[in-house]
């Protein structure tokens, strides 16, 4: 039997009369415009933070660490000349592009640092797990202390953005919680809003329910499910209609309420209802013909946002572990942060057009962050402390830290960075956002006393 928690990437033919859908559209764009929305980006196998943000030579204490960042990393550390021509340099308060000196974008981030001086990128440094929660460095349970904000790898498999969610409700006739991946991740697991995978463009859903010998577009089902086959294809398709129809059948309704030709698309019929055209989408890599696959998962939550779902948290990641980068780390990570950095600031930008981007955050996840020193393959292995960032125009924008940068001392004989914010601190500032009690979902009774708490994290949102 087949669950929405499984599955959302077909669609069962549902019809809405015209007075019900506009209802429908109406309570959710109210809705949509007033409560406040996190996408969550997951840097799925750990991000290295100290390519991400490089420390430069703006004061003497700055220095030394740009000292020990070139010792360490001698042949991955991004040179000063490379920022200086892309202009990413910045300081701890936002400023125009072209000024600062102590800090370093990476070179391929300029979008990211063009929207840092208008003020709505934080970047909170130093962010991690306690040094005494057991393997912490591990995929699997690096990324399930970020999933679920807890610190004991036997707590309930449930994320933080879902209990937050349990706390504050949803909207009515449609999911709260929403999956761009294909999956059900932890962060979204609830114990009262099952979330919705959805695994491709939601304009163009559709499931065979005729005999078929080979079922495509199955890509949200898990590896041991079965999938349809000839003798049973009608059979599948029902179990699904019957799990699914609803959350369907309103998914249906909002891709339609954003002109399907102009984002993310194709067209449904002559009478379906279209709102004023969109602008289109632009879901292309670097101005090249590659789509992005950020960016088209980032086009299918605008789209949502847009057509007035109720949705309060996306969850989206680029793919299962690249940011990994245990060898050839310069152009791999600087690809793919250079994605990560058009594509956030293209969806701010373009719900910005349409006055959808007021109650909007885009926030980093990861497993972990990477080690102080590079190996002999050029790239990193598994650490502690790494940056993370909220990109929207709700933030208000600068460098949050109790360092002016991650020591890098204990490098020089094998140690890990120590962590200046613990991450829950970190996810306390955004569940609040979303208007939640943070000691209800994480358990803890005193956030102030967390590592990190002069950071300012309470400051974030305006």
Not at 123 to 129: A, D, E, I, R
Not at 399 to 406: A, D, E, G, M
């Amino acid at each position: 039997m087949f669950s929405r928690r499984k599955f959302l990437c077909g669609a069962t033919a549902v019809s809405f009369s015209a007075g019900t859908f506009v209802r429908l559209l109406a309570r959710a764009a109210e809705a949509a415009t007033t409560n406040t929305i996190v996408v969550v980006y997951d840097m799925n196998g750990g991000n290295d933070g100290f390519n991400t943000i490089v420390p430069l030579t703006g004061s003497p204490a700055i220095a030394k660490q740009n000292a020990l960042y070139n010792q360490l990393r001698s042949n991955i550390a991004i040179p000063i000349s490379a920022i200086e021509s892309a202009q990413t340099y910045f300081d701890a308060t936002p400023s125009a592009v072209g000024m600062g000196g102590t800090y370093g974008f990476n070179p391929s981030m300029t979008s990211l640092r063009a929207m840092y001086a208008q003020g709505k990128v934080a970047v909170v440094s130093g962010v991690g797990v306690p040094a005494n929660v057991p393997n912490r460095s591990s995929h699997q349970q690096g990324s399930f202390y970020w999933a679920t904000g807890a610190i004991d790898y036997s707590s309930p498999d449930l994320g933080w953005a879902g209990l937050a969610i349990d706390q504050v409700g949803g909207g009515s006739g449609f999911s709260p919680l929403v999956a761009l991946n294909g999956g059900i991740p932890t962060v979204l697991r609830s114990r009262k809003a099952p979330p919705l995978a959805i695994g491709g463009d939601i304009g163009s859903f559709t499931l065979n329910t005729g005999p078929v010998s080979n079922v495509t577009g199955s890509t949200a089902l898990e590896a041991n499910d079965a999938y349809a086959t000839a003798s049973l294809s009608a059979e599948y398709a029902r179990t699904v209609g019957n799990e699914t129809t609803g959350d369907i059948g309103a998914l249906q309704a909002y891709a339609r309420a954003v002109n399907p030709d102009r984002l993310g698309g194709g067209p449904f019929t002559g009478g379906d209802p279209v709102t004023p055209s969109f602008a289109p989408y632009q879901c292309n890599f670097d101005g090249t013909s590659t789509y992005s696959i950020t960016k088209t998962k980032l086009a299918q939550v605008a789209r949502l946002i847009l057509g007035g779902a109720p949705t309060r948290a996306y969850y989206l990641n680029h793919n299962p572990g690249y940011f990994d980068t245990h060898s050839a780390q310069i152009s791999r990570q600087g690809n793919l942060l250079q994605e990560f950095s058009e594509s956030v600031t293209e969806f701010v930008s373009y719900l910005r057009q349409y006055n959808a981007s007021h109650n909007v955050v885009v926030m980093t996840v990861g497993d972990f962050g990477r080690t102080l020193w590079s190996n002999g393959s050029a790239g990193t292995d598994h650490g502690t402390s790494t940056y993370h960032f909220l990109v929207g125009d709700p933030v208000k924008g600068g460098l949050y830290t109790t360092n002016v940068y991650p020591d890098f001392s204990p490098g020089t004989s094998g140690g890990y960075a120590a962590i200046d914010i613990d991450f829950r601190y970190y996810l306390s500032a955004v569940i609040q956002y979303l208007g939640a009690d943070p000691e209800l979902v994480l358990g803890s009774s005193s956030f102030s006393n967390l590592t990190g708490a002069g950071a300012g994290l309470t400051s974030l949102f305006g």
